[in-house]
């Protein structure tokens, strides 16, 4: 059978070409204006969040980046870059590819973006006092046989006692600040720092040093620690990092980290040091004591208090406290206040807490850990509102980069919400009997309404078509294009 014979595509003479670079500048050279113009029409509480990120990125990166940010929270279900330029069509300047390499190619910093993040939101809603911090990991499902970093992991969400399921694709480790906003009860967690666990043979094959989730949390508190070297964090997480190795990193810092995890109810514990003698090694510890599940066992009484719960609630709990040196073979000592918890109501297993603060009081040590679950909604949130499991990137910058920025975008959401007018903010959204606080899915909504009216809709010559519809039609049209999902 004869094959069809390939075309060979047409030389182009040096005057050709030369007039094919030159109308390419030129195309390059609109596209940047339009995406200046872009930029200088959004409302300014956006511009001005958004330009303190622009230090992480050069010029323009920074300004398809805010594109595509945009786009992202404009769009209706999956974060492909394809799906955001079909959400922007027209206002998206440029060649396609050129959004496409933000993530697979362009130079750009993802901890100075982290940093400029977490000082935005400490220096708008925490300028003083100590700043709650929450990590955990979670699972993203990402399909595809050759996927940069895909793993296969445990699924804490759809596990259960008796059944572990497992899932195919990334788990994050994500430090979260956990805020109190003006109009909700509970705390948002919002996500700060992100990175990307890989398996043990993954590691091996790519020659690195394995990493723990515990590890990589423990760098993030770090970064912290070094950015803001003035302010103090208390910091909380799931039994999974319940390490002596974070502990001894609260130890290192005192009055600076407190961490608050689960504990071990047969922990080495042991009592202070006894003085020098003046001969041999000085010893680490005293004498043992009796491990947290043996003094539970003891405890004749158990104090009974009404401490705050999971969900913002409060709860009658019996509690048993007690101090001691936490020891590990090899790893020295940290001293902890362990506290056993019953929930008297009995809907909930008993618990064993610690924190690396004996000052602290158990009501603090329960509160502080019960408000970790927050994240836990901050990570439902993201699945459901910000198509976090949607993105479609396979190289090792697109994987690094894109998943990360939609737990910064949960971030910049929750931040332009709480800086929105309230004729904006004050819009029914979605409610139901008993409802009392704004949720997730009422401040996207309210950010995309207002960058519908406020952005798209401003732009000359979309103005004035806008400004001539009904206002019960106006009405219908953004609640078609902003809905609360």
């Avoid at 075309?7 to 500048?25: E, G, I």
């Avoid at 929270?73 to 079909?86: A, F, M, Q």
């Avoid at 666990?197 to 394995?210: I, W």
């Avoid at 910064?408 to 819009?427: D, H």
Wanted: proline fraction near 7%; charged fraction near 20%; glycine fraction near 8%.
């Amino acid at each position: 059978m004869a094959s069809i014979p390939r075309r060979q595509p047409k030389r182009l003479s040096k005057a050709q070409r030369r007039r094919l670079k030159a109308r390419q500048a030129r195309k390059a050279q609109d596209a940047r204006g339009q995406l200046r113009q872009l930029h200088d029409r959004l409302p300014d509480r956006a511009r001005q969040l958004l330009d303190s990120l622009a230090p992480a990125f050069t010029r323009p990166v920074f300004l398809r980046l805010v594109v595509l940010l945009l786009a992202a929270i404009l769009t209706l279900g999956g974060r492909t870059v394809s799906n955001l330029l079909r959400t922007l069509g027209p206002l998206a300047p440029g060649h396609f590819s050129s959004f496409h390499r933000v993530f697979s190619r362009c130079r750009w910093r993802g901890r100075r973006l982290a940093r400029a993040l977490a000082t935005a939101i400490l220096n708008r809603f925490l300028p003083g006092g100590p700043i709650h911090l929450v990590g955990d990991d979670t699972v993203a499902e990402h399909p595809g046989p050759k996927v940069y970093g895909k793993g296969c992991h445990r699924d804490p969400v759809r596990s259960t006692h008796s059944f572990t399921t497992y899932r195919w694709g990334h788990k994050w480790v994500v430090l979260a600040v956990l805020i109190r906003f003006p109009f909700a009860r509970r705390l948002w967690a919002l996500p700060t720092l992100v990175a990307l666990y890989l398996t043990e043979e993954e590691n091996t094959k790519q020659r690195r040093r394995h990493k723990t989730p515990s590890q990589l949390l423990r760098q993030q508190v770090g970064a912290l620690l070094h950015w803001f070297p003035d302010r103090s964090f208390v910091l909380a997480a799931d039994g999974n990092y319940a390490t002596h190795e974070l502990a001894r990193l609260a130890a290192r810092f005192p009055g600076r980290l407190t961490f608050v995890s689960k504990f071990y109810p047969h922990a080495n514990l042991y009592a202070p040091a006894p003085a020098y003698a003046g001969h041999g090694r000085p010893p680490k510890k005293g004498p043992e004591l009796p491990s947290p599940a043996t003094a539970v066992a003891r405890a004749k009484k158990r104090q009974r208090l009404n401490v705050g719960w999971y969900g913002g609630g409060r709860r009658d709990v019996g509690v048993v406290t007690g101090t001691g040196l936490w020891y590990r073979s090899g790893e020295g000592t940290v001293p902890v206040r362990w506290v056993f918890v019953q929930d008297l109501t009995g809907t909930h297993r008993d618990e064993y807490f610690f924190t690396t603060d004996p000052g602290m009081s158990p009501a603090a040590v329960i509160a502080t850990y019960t408000g970790r679950w927050n994240i836990e909604t901050t990570f439902q949130e993201l699945r459901s509102y910000l198509g976090l499991e949607t993105t479609r990137g396979r190289c090792k910058k697109t994987v690094l980069r894109a998943e990360p920025c939609l737990f910064g975008l949960y971030t910049v959401v929750a931040l332009l919400y709480a800086s929105l007018p309230a004729k904006y903010a004050g819009v029914q959204v979605v409610d139901w009997p008993g409802k009392r606080d704004v949720t997730f899915s009422d401040a996207i909504t309210a950010v995309r309404r207002w960058l519908w009216q406020q952005w798209v809709f401003a732009i000359p010559g979309h103005s004035e078509a806008f400004q001539k519809l009904p206002r019960s039609f106006r009405s219908l049209l953004l609640s078609g294009l902003a809905p609360a999902s």
